[in-house]
């Protein structure tokens, strides 16, 4: 089945400091990638979905300069925290897609974000 | 706009109880699909089945089944003789049937239900 990866699984940052969180689609190539973000006890909240090779479109409430995605190639994203304040401590979690019949997301397990 | 409702918030049973799961969506499309996923304490989320808007079908799987009634937007599922293993959040997601440049197949998610199921 299609396996999408995520790096780190975890990390704890000082406020201020930047964070990148990759994904990956390991066994295809996906044409749209979803990031969400799950606060505790709560749901999944899109944040953007990018495409590859384009800018990433970003959810209503998102800040574009502060959760930065960059969409390289049809097999990696990345999701950039920026100056990261103990606020922005969630789950994040992205998923991959395929332009097909069945508009099916492969998740990845998540990075869980914790900043001091 | 679409929205996804998942009324429980928390459900707790014994194990080899049954327990049903509501999901109330909204949308304006007549062609969408819906989602059930499980996310255990690991928060990697499971899928466990896509149905389209056109296939009211009830399906069945196992332990599992679902219950789709276009006529009350209701997308129910319900596990049969619980078991621990099961305890987990439950989320219910839409998501348009037909991706285009104009709609990328985004998920919405409804809040989830928390399901414990003791032994």
């Known amino acids: 089945g299609a396996v999408v990866s995520q790096h780190p699984s975890w990390v704890i940052c000082k406020s201020g400091t930047s964070v990148k969180i990759e994904c990956r689609s390991l066994d295809f190539q996906a044409t749209t990638m979803f990031w969400y973000r799950q606060f505790p006890k709560q749901s999944l909240m899109l944040m953007a979905t990018?495409?590859?090779?384009?800018?990433?479109?970003?959810e209503q409430g998102v800040e574009k300069d502060k959760f930065l995605i960059n969409h390289a190639s049809l097999t990696l994203s990345t999701l950039t925290v920026t100056s990261a304040h103990p606020e922005d401590s969630s789950f994040y979690i992205c998923s991959a897609s395929v332009l097909g019949p069945y508009n099916e997301q492969f998740f990845g397990p998540g990075t869980r974000l914790t900043v001091l | 706009a679409q929205k996804v409702t998942q009324a429980q918030t928390e459900i707790s049973v014994v194990e080899k109880e049954d327990v049903t799961l509501d999901c109330v969506y909204e949308t304006r499309d007549t062609t969408y699909y819906l989602f059930w996923y499980k996310q255990p304490p690991s928060g990697e989320l499971v899928f466990l089945i896509r149905?389209?808007?056109?296939?009211?079908q009830n399906e069945i799987s196992g332990r599992y089944s679902w219950n789709f009634q276009k006529s009350t937007s209701s997308f129910n599922f319900t596990i049969t003789a619980s078991q621990v293993v099961d305890s987990a959040v439950y989320f219910c997601a839409l998501s348009d049937l037909e991706v285009s440049s104009s709609n990328t197949g985004k998920l919405i998610f409804g809040q989830g239900t928390t399901l414990q199921v003791k032994p």
């Open positions: 990018s495409n590859e090779g384009s800018k990433a479109t970003y």
């Open positions: 149905r389209n808007s056109f296939d009211e």
